[in-house]
């Protein structure tokens, strides 16, 4: 690792449009990283971005390992769009860099686990950035989670109505494709164990903004038994509940809740008990602080590439199931996913560890 005197990681970052302005601002604000080169295919786009954000002496290319090797880069950020998720990631891993990547992991399960494998391969750390596991108040709630013993049943309430204008208002499956992954990581996290299969409802209100539908209901059933359900809309002015959702989780020894924003609370036995914050980085500054913290210390972050797949394996049994009216399981999923990924890849030694872990027949890591 080659890295600045002053210990600060040198970053290189793909993608300079909108996400990648707040990743720019985030890498710049950090004490442990160093923006030192920005890739985009639009030139124009990336000076911009610079520009705007006061930065100078910054490369500027369109290829992720060009550019990294001029500068002598450390790591690579990812923001690009997914479509260019497996791409890019594998370009730069395989030029011999750790890679940040911004969620989703890809637009498929199957390219997902391509480019995880691909990581192996190469050795090098692939993480993907789930920015909402990185709350005070949900590290607050997944440690009371830890008190209430067996967990039978956990709720999300997730109701918004943003305008965005654009690409989302014309998306199939917008609430599922776009937002949900973002709930149904975090009840990976505080539940602590894999999904196994789901049932989901898609449907659009007559007022709604969005020619894909607006409003979905999934109900998860998790190792063990717990069931998680979800309750969203993108189109439900009024009220609106916090852009983490609202949560309620009940276990053996009692329950707990988070209104999404602030402290959660529980009870448990016969008191109630209010969890105090920590002060840890949040939201992409707290995913870029537990990328660095995993690059230096060469450990396995909390979202690395494998252990992703199963909360995108969510997603896209959610869509499965809402799209044909049937109860899905996830490894069914996943060993489809395996399949494409088998067709799809070129490389014998990416397919070479995708045979492998698919003759594991586990799901990914948690």
Request: aromatic fraction near 8%.
């Amino acid at each position: 690792m080659t890295g600045q005197s002053d210990g600060r990681l040198r970053v290189v970052q793909v993608g300079a449009g909108g996400m990648g302005r707040a990743w720019i601002g985030a890498i710049a604000a950090s004490d442990e990283t160093e923006l030192v080169g920005l890739v985009d295919l639009n030139m124009t786009t990336a000076h911009d971005a610079l520009a705007d954000a006061g930065l100078t002496d910054v490369a500027v290319g369109t290829s992720a390992a060009e550019v990294a090797r001029a500068v002598g880069a450390d790591v690579v950020v990812n923001v690009t769009v997914p479509v260019a998720h497996l791409p890019v990631n594998v370009e730069a891993l395989a030029a011999g860099y750790p890679v940040l990547c911004e969620k989703p992991a890809a637009p498929t399960v199957s390219d997902a686990l391509r480019q995880a494998a691909a990581a192996e391969v190469h050795g090098r750390l692939l993480m993907i950035s789930q920015s909402r596991r990185y709350f005070d108040g949900l590290r607050a709630l997944k440690r009371q989670t830890e008190r209430l013993g067996e967990i039978g049943a956990v709720t999300t309430d997730f109701f918004r109505a943003p305008h965005f204008g654009g690409f989302r208002e014309e998306m199939e499956h917008v609430l599922l494709v776009d937002m949900a992954i973002h709930q149904f990581d975090a009840a990976r996290y505080l539940i602590g164990r894999d999904p196994v299969a789901v049932y989901a409802e898609e449907y659009n209100p007559s007022w709604s903004w969005y020619r894909g539908d607006a409003n979905a209901v999934a109900v998860f059933e998790f190792e063990g038994g717990a069931r998680y359900t979800y309750s969203g809309s993108w189109c439900a002015p009024g009220l609106e509940t916090s852009w983490n959702g609202r949560w309620r989780i009940s276990g053996e020894a009692g329950s707990a809740e988070w209104d999404g924003d602030g402290a959660p609370r529980a009870e448990i036995g016969v008191g109630s008990v209010e969890q105090e914050l920590d002060t840890a980085p949040e939201q992409i500054e707290g995913s870029l602080a537990e990328f660095v913290a995993a690059v230096r210390a060469g450990e396995t972050p909390s979202t690395d590439a494998r252990s992703n797949v199963a909360s995108l394996a969510m997603v896209e049994a959610a869509v499965r199931s809402a799209s044909t009216g049937r109860r899905v399981r996830i490894a069914t999923v996943i060993e489809e996913a395996y399949e494409a990924a088998l067709v799809d890849e070129k490389d014998d030694a990416v397919r070479e560890v995708l045979e492998r872990w698919r003759a594991e027949v586990l799901l990914p890591r948690r």
